[in-house]
């Protein structure tokens, strides 16, 4: 099948424990086949580049922690805005730029804690949105990947969700979303909390979420 050709633009970097190059790397052949020309930068000043980000169809970002200008981050909010879509996983989306409250309301949640527990958990896909071609067709599913506590905009459209055990602290479980998409302006944006490691996209339902995701966020 052939596609018409878009752009998409890699913005990778940060912490090297949350393999920012590793997990991009995973999904450059998906990206070409499905049609994109991918430009790779190391480098946050990308979002200041007005006719870069304007002829660009999608944003994959994986910047795990660190700090983004005023300029930097309104440029991204604005490329957004205009349609270009925005999508990725884990840190590099959710636990980043955590003095940007513009930044974190744009991605539509923001990680806040992740308690210490280990084991296989239960990601549960959100049976009211089951049509949603991020999701149709996939089934709950375990995972290891590390469980991120986000605090959420109300507006985002949660797709899947996890579970935390009480403790002596919360008496009883609690239900926050994993996965969601959302619409800002003309254009879209995927997060996943999943996705810590280059073997956590081993799980098919992490992966096939992962690429759908960006293609539904594309332009």
């Known amino acids: ?11 990778r970097d940060g912490r090297e424990g949350d393999s920012p190059v590793q997990t991009t790397n995973l999904f450059l052949p998906f990206l070409a086949r499905h049609g994109f020309d991918v430009l790779v930068e190391d480098c946050l000043e990308v979002y200041e580049d007005k006719k870069l980000l304007a002829e660009t169809d999608l944003v994959v970002q994986c910047w795990p922690g660190g700090d983004i200008t005023p300029k930097e981050s309104a440029g991204l909010r604005a490329a957004v805005q205009g349609g270009t879509g925005l999508a990725g996983w884990h840190a590099g989306l959710v636990d980043t730029f955590s003095e940007d409250l513009d930044y974190q309301l744009l991605v539509g949640g923001r990680f806040q804690l992740d308690p210490s527990e280990t084991g296989r958990r239960r990601v549960r896909l959100a049976a009211e949105r089951a049509d949603h071609p991020v999701i149709t067709g996939l089934r709950d ?37 994993a996965v969601w998409t959302r619409t800002w302006g003309r254009g879209r944006v995927f997060a996943s909390t999943l996705g810590c490691r280059p073997d956590d996209f081993d799980t098919p339902q992490v992966r096939a979420l992962t690429e759908r995701g960006m293609l539904w966020a594309s332009r």
């Open 1 to 11: 099948m052939s596609y018409a050709r878009r752009q998409a633009l890699i913005v």
């Open 141 to 177: 599913f375990d995972t290891r990947t590390e469980r991120y506590w986000a605090l959420n905009d109300p507006l985002i459209d949660v797709l899947a969700t996890i579970t935390f055990d009480g403790d002596e602290s919360r008496p009883g479980a609690s239900t926050v979303p």
